[in-house]
């Protein structure tokens, strides 16, 4: 890269001022076609995370202007049950839709990596909760799982169920249904990439295997899963920035409750910054979780350029 | 032999179907029951068909409600939002890919740095950034087309994507176009665009999906209902109207279907850019 900075000519001979110039406008007109994309990431994602930065020393509530309170708010935070609260219910969300989902995924990935006549139609079809908004998800899950009318209840009862749980009103069951939805749409959205995985196996290797006698979950267990290993991990870690930025489907079917036990951490710091105006708390709980996310994502990039042949 | 054949063929297709209930039961449930009347719904047990397909339920989103309104609002912020992404993108890949210059891969990183920060994490800053906006009156871009569209329109990811395309593509190309006298806007004009179709569509289906499922951000900054996106919309309707489950749940098919409708029509795009995203994008 340095080696491209320097000038090209050979030193014993005087530069022509003419070259000179012509490298110099060449340059720029190359600088112009990076210049507009990044304009708009410098004002808008990195001139943002300073000013976060700054605003999380500072205690500021609208109208009034901001009043700096150096680590007050970070000490305010180990007081806050409620932000503790919401972390763990994150991690919780988390770890259950990443596994239920990452695993389904395999479960119909593998489903579907076989030649029968009309698959290509199932793999058209399971890709639907991907592409609907987590707002109209919740809506329709909202309407299935509620107490009164709900189908889902209703199926329960046809079941010989004598009293099937009110889903959204009680703790356990409330982030369980979170958790499902989470997963609902993550399986969705993983099976293509595993599917993909599933493909690029070897023949050969099952071949080989199928010879020495192995049962076809063997095969699974020592062929097929040590393959699709990194897009696995890859698929984790994606996950996993996904679900700890949940809150559109909180928002629609249970509002954080009951008792705050479906309370999640962007949902918490929206409300502190935009319902309660601690605007300088909530960046400083945005800043709070900055580095763990950071490192998530960092790991991600990090796999998925190491693939790259 | 053949009739084992059969019957394990049986069993795939009767797993195959029961995934797919799962995946598609919600849908027909939100359809089936969109076209019921209200009176139907409360009926016990519930019926999976209507007595009669009852279409008035539409016939009032339309006429009722605010959503056409943020129909428009999110059809004008996902259409200009992918212009400027597909666009700007695009120029700096090109750039990234096939140009020298001092810094190059500096910048690069700084673009794929911005790709690591969780945009749930950006809204409070932004907010007071879009507030507090220059020669913009007191609201500042709060409220407006501008702020719904600008802070998150441009990608580090697309970037990322068109550039990996981009790199594919042999050098001698824009070597022999120097030769004939093309300038680089030319190149990537003439020469990089056309032969990167697949990769730039899906970029633009993805940015404008993205937009158009987008909660967070217009939830922060839409403030009055003029202003409201088609999710902020349905969000609000639904707390309105949450005991007419018919006219929710019209009001939700309405906001789903047009993105349905896309991906049926692309969905050869959609198989490609997928199972290429959990490569890195290389085999797109």
Known sequence: MKAESVTQHNPSTRPKPRKEFHKLKDYTSSYLFVLPALSFLTMFSIIPIIYLIWLSFYSYSLPSPPEFTGLGNYTQMLKDKLFIKSIGNTLVYTAGSMVIGLSGAIAVAVLLNRKLKGIRLFKVFYFLPTITSEVITAMIFLWVFDNNLGILNYILKVAGVENPPAWLLQPGTAMLILILIGAWRGTAYNIPIFLAALQAVPQSLYEAARIDGANAWKQFWHITLPSIMHILVYCMVMSVIGSFQVVAVVDILTNGGPMDSTMVAIKHIWQQAFEFNYVGYGAALSFVLFPFLLFVTWLQLKLSSGKDK | ?284
């Not at chain 2, 032999?1 to 039961?25: E, P, T």
């Not at chain 2, 009176?39 to 209507?50: A, C, F, H, R, Y």
């Not at chain 2, 397909?53 to 009722?64: D, M, P, S, V």
């Not at chain 2, 913009?136 to 990608?155: C, H, K, N, Q, R």
């Open chain 2, 1 to 284: 032999m053949k009739k084992q054949k059969i019957i394990k063929n049986f069993i795939f297709y009767f797993l195959l179907s029961l995934v797919l209930f799962v995946f598609l039961g919600p849908y027909i449930w939100m359809v089936m029951t969109a076209v019921k009347s209200q009176g139907e719904v409360m009926m016990w047990p519930p019926k999976i068909l209507p007595a009669e397909f009852y279409w008035e339920n539409f016939l009032r989103i339309w006429q009722e409600t605010n959503l056409p309104r943020a129909f428009f609002n999110s059809f004008i912020v996902s259409l200009i939002a992918t212009i400027i992404n597909v666009f700007l993108a695009s120029l700096a890949a090109f750039a990234f890919a096939r140009l020298k210059f001092p810094g190059r891969d500096k910048l690069f990183l700084v673009v794929l740095a911005t790709m690591m920060i969780p945009t749930g994490l950006m809204v409070v800053p932004l907010f007071f950034m879009m507030k507090n906006i220059p020669f913009a009156g007191p609201d500042g871009w709060l409220d407006s087309y501008t702020g719904l569209i600008l802070p998150f329109a441009v990608t580090g990811f697309a970037i990322f994507l068109m550039r990996q395309n981009f790199l594919a593509i042999p050098k001698e190309l824009d070597e022999q176009a120097t030769i004939d006298g093309c300038s680089k806007f030319q190149i990537y004009w003439k020469i990089i665009l056309p032969l990167n179709k697949p990769v730039i569509a899906l970029v633009a289906i993805f940015s404008f999906l993205t937009h158009w499922n987008e909660y967070l951000w217009p939830l922060t900054i839409a403030r009055s209902q003029e202003m409201y996106t088609i999710q902020i919309a349905l969000k609000a309707f639904q707390g309105q109207y949450n005991i007419d489950w018919p006219l929710v749940m019209a009001g939700a098919t309405t906001a789903a279907l047009p993105m349905i409708i896309l991906y049926f029509i692309l969905q050869p795009l959609f198989e490609q850019g997928l199972g290429g995203l959990g490569s890195g994008g290389k085999e797109l």
